[in-house]
Nanobody, 121 residues
Framework: QVQLVESGGGLVQPGGSLTLSCIAS????????MAWYRQTPGNQRELVAT?????????????NYADSVKGRFTLSRDNSKNAMYLQMDSLKSDDTAVYFC?????????WGQGTQVTVSS
C-alpha cells in the first residue's frame, strides 16, 4: 500500500518562499503522473502542477503549471528518494491553501494528508 506524506508548509510573508516535499513509501509501481493540488475552505481542489512519468519516453519529466503559479512555482522530483517537491517563490496571499500531493499509479488515485501554507504579513 502506497502512502504519500507532505511536509514543508507553514507561515510565510508575501513575497517569501517555501518548499513543499512529498515522500512516497510502500509498493510503488506503474506511476504515470504526480501532482500538487491546493484547496481553500469551501472550494474544490485546484490543480497546481503536474509531472509525467514515462521511463525512456519523450514525455517523461514533462511538467505543467496552473496559470496562476507559472513563473513562481517549480515542481521537481527525485526518483531515487521517491520524492516530489514544489518550490514556491514570490508567494501571494492568494496562495494560502492546504496543499496536497497526488499520485496516479495504475488504477489508483492516491492522496497525501495535506500541508497548510499560509501567506500573510
Amino acid at each position: 500500500q502506497v502512502q504519500l506524506v507532505e511536509s514543508g508548509g507553514g507561515l510565510v510573508q508575501p513575497g517569501g518562499s517555501l518548499t513543499l516535499s512529498c515522500i512516497a513509501s510502500g509498493n510503488i509501481s506503474d506511476i504515470y503522473l504526480m501532482a500538487w493540488y491546493r484547496q481553500t475552505p469551501g472550494n474544490q481542489r485546484e490543480l497546481v502542477a503536474t509531472v509525467l512519468f514515462g521511463g525512456a519516453t519523450s514525455y517523461n519529466g514533462i511538467t505543467n503549471y496552473a496559470d496562476s503559479v507559472k513563473g513562481r512555482f517549480t515542481l521537481s522530483r527525485d526518483n531515487s528518494k521517491n520524492a516530489m517537491y514544489l518550490q514556491m517563490d514570490s508567494l501571494k496571499s492568494d496562495d494560502t491553501a492546504v496543499y496536497f500531493c497526488n499520485m496516479r499509479a495504475g488504477s489508483d488515485n492516491l492522496w497525501g494528508q495535506g500541508t497548510q501554507v499560509t501567506v500573510s504579513s
